[in-house]
T-cell receptor
Framework: DTGVSQDPRHKITKRGQNVTFRCDPISEHNRLYWYRQTLGQGPEFLTYFQNEAQLEKSRLLSDRFSAERPKGSFSTLEIQRTEQGDSAMYLC?????????????FGEGSWLTVV | AQRVTQPEKLLSVFKGAPVELKCNYSYSGSPELFWYVQYSRQRLQLLLRHISRESIKGFTADLNKGETSFHLKKPFAQEEDSAMYYCALSGYGGGADGLTFGKGTHLIIQP
């Protein structure tokens, strides 16, 4: 499968702990996005990268959240001092911007449960 | 601010019946509209985008700027169409500032 992959697929953590999610985009895709999805809601945009540059962050991304894409390939999303309200599905997506279409492809997501 | 509204959380129709999933949007500029679908235990995937004006799996959607709508339609529903459907909006070409999604409509096709 050469699609967007995310790891881990599921994570249960205690409140106050730090968690990190990894995303491997489709090879050669220059844009990488992070979304969050809670039950009964559609995905909500968090942030995106163009190559290694983080170009936009949503107001949903509090200072406990940090995302990186150090070499313009894979990305990590870290949540520090997790809270129960952080429990959600974290979706990664990628696209090849600059060409006709720019279809955004999603990964299967990483489920986070904070207990 | 941009917003996408899908008024129906759940829509149940019989196989062979027409389907219409409603989507209304709010955006001050010229948006790009999409429909994404998520089948059970599968990832979110693009179904269609308004600029392509194509029909995928028998589904079509027309952007109506006057009514700010982008309803998804299919003349004859099939059981395999059962899924979650999300309408999404991008404020700039290519999703520069990310997609804004509606809350989704769960479509159930009854045999």
């Amino acid at each position: 499968d050469t699609g967007v992959s995310q790891d881990p697929r599921h994570k249960i953590t205690k409140r106050g702990q730090n968690v990190t999610f990894r995303c491997d985009p489709i090879s050669e895709h220059n844009r990488l996005y992070w979304y969050r999805q809670t039950l009964g809601q559609g995905p909500e945009f968090l942030t995106y990268f163009q190559n290694e540059a983080q170009l936009e962050k949503s107001r949903l991304l509090s200072d406990r959240f940090s995302a990186e894409r150090p070499k313009g390939s894979f990305s990590t999303l870290e949540i520090q001092r997790t809270e129960q309200g952080d429990s959600a599905m974290y979706l990664c997506a990628s696209s090849l911007w600059g060409y006709t279409g720019n279809t955004i492809y999603f990964g299967e997501g990483s489920w986070l449960t904070v207990v | 601010a941009q917003r996408v509204t899908q008024p129906e959380k759940l829509l149940s129709v019989f196989k062979g019946a027409p389907v219409e999933l409603k989507c209304n949007y709010s955006y001050s500029g010229s948006p790009e509209l999409f429909w994404y679908v998520q089948y059970s235990r599968q990832r979110l995937q693009l179904l269609l985008r308004h600029i392509s004006r194509e029909s995928i799996k028998g589904f079509t959607a027309d952007l109506n700027k006057g009514e700010t709508s982008f309803h998804l339609k299919k003349p004859f529903a099939q059981e395999e169409d059962s899924a979650m459907y999300y309408c999404a909006l991008s404020g700039y070409g290519g999703g520069a500032d990310g997609l804004t999604f509606g809350k989704g409509t769960h479509l159930i096709i009854q045999p």
